[in-house]
């Protein structure tokens, strides 16, 4: 029984180190394009395949993923470093697990491409909008504390990064002191890591990494052993797409392409280049709710209007009479913001498409 034990104990571990970066969102993306195959046959031919918008954002992910996990392969034996942890009995994951000298790095890939990058106190900007990506980066930080702390019996630090790919522009406005998530330019990271001071002595760092390394402390994943189909799936995917020109540097060394990721085919690297800027689905539908809101106005309204045929109906004029300011007010604001926002997406999308040409 010791022994079936053991066996089981090192596949887990065997399957988790040797998780690829990008696994979790090339899984996603293969599943979002198949869907949208589905739907849209043409999509997919015996000659070529078109990404759907909905995969694009999951396709350049596993690929920022892929060229990070590329960099932190550059950090000597004496760091230990894990992709795609997943963590609890959902899809979560940690892209990237990286314990060292300086001490527990659980790190977040954000590719934005061109963007310029923002950083507040309490939120990441990109192009003037708002993310999520401070706060979700701490959660999953404090939850890999957690787990390494309950495992080693002492308190484990974990120092939240998100390593931004190919921003045009960071600018962090934090004070030092502020600063409880690292925000930090893709290309700097190994740098960055390797000049940050010790927290823990070595030896709890190997107490750590003997933690770290066994499936139970995260999640132990059904699918965590079939990885390499998956990344085999999405590498005949990058196959048939291309790597947009700008998008990777490093990716094609770690996903083998049969086709250079500098030619792509031309219908499909247009396809890719035109997807990032189609906001027309989005105003759409900003557009839609509205009117929406406007329709439910102007009803209330009319109604308010109407002769009074019994009491409890004279109560809706009564109602509205009280609440007319706040309406009208309110279709006001619900106005102008639709169309700010859709000024903004606008002028957001031509100016990326400027940055492409």
């Known amino acids: 029984m010791r022994d079936a034990v053991a066996r ?15 696994y979790a969102v090339a899984l996603k993306c293969l599943q979002v394009q198949a869907d949208a195959e589905d739907l849209d046959p043409s999509l997919k031919t015996d000659k070529r395949v078109t990404l759907h918008a909905d995969a694009w ?18 950090l ?31 790190i977040n890939t954000k590719h934005h491409q061109g963007s310029s990058v923002w950083v507040g106190d309490h939120v990441l900007r990109v192009n003037n909008a708002n993310t999520s990506h401070l706060r979700a980066a ?11 702390s309950s495992k080693v019996a002492f ?19 934090r004070s030092p002191q502020s600063r409880s998530v690292s925000v930090v330019d893709a290309r700097k990271l190994v740098a960055w890591l390797r000049i940050q001071p010790a927290q823990l002595s070595p030896t709890k760092i190997e107490l750590i990494k003997l933690a770290a390394e066994e499936p139970q402390t995260w999640h132990v994943d059904p699918r965590a052993a079939d990885t390499l189909r998956v990344m085999q799936r999405f590498e005949r995917l990058v196959a048939r797409v291309g790597v947009p020109r700008a998008t990777v540097q490093h990716a094609t060394s770690a996903v083998k392409t049969r086709r250079p990721a500098s030619r792509p085919t031309s219908r499909a690297s247009a396809q890719i280049a035109t997807q990032p800027l189609s906001v027309l ?16 106005i102007l009803t209330f309204r009319s109604v308010a209007n109407q002769p009074c045929l019994s009491p409890t109906a004279c109560i809706v004029p009564a109602v509205y009479l009280a609440w007319k300011p ?4 309110g279709g006001v604001v619900v106005v102008g913001r639709t169309v700010i926002v859709t000024i903004r997406r606008v002028s957001g999308a031509g100016g990326s498409a400027r940055r492409r040409k």
């Open 8 to 22: 089981v104990d090192f596949a887990g571990i065997s399957a988790l180190s040797s998780r690829p970066a990008g």
């Open 57 to 74: 954002s999951w396709y350049q992910g596993a690929l920022g993923e892929i060229e990070v996990g590329e960099m932190l392969r550059s």
């Open 76 to 106: 000597g034996p004496e760091w230990f470093v894990r992709h795609s942890v997943p963590i609890g009995a959902g899809t979560k994951d940690v892209d990237h697990l990286v314990i060292g000298p300086g001490g527990v790095f659980g």
């Open 138 to 148: 701490g959660n999953d930080s404090l939850d890999v504390s957690r787990r390494l």
């Open 155 to 173: 308190p484990v630090p974990v120092t939240p990064v998100i390593a931004v790919l190919n921003a045009g522009h960071i600018t962090d406005r």
């Open 281 to 296: 689905p989005d105003i759409i539908r900003l557009w839609f709710v509205t009117a929406l809101i406007i329709a439910a």
């Open 326 to 329: 706040f309406l009208m007010l």
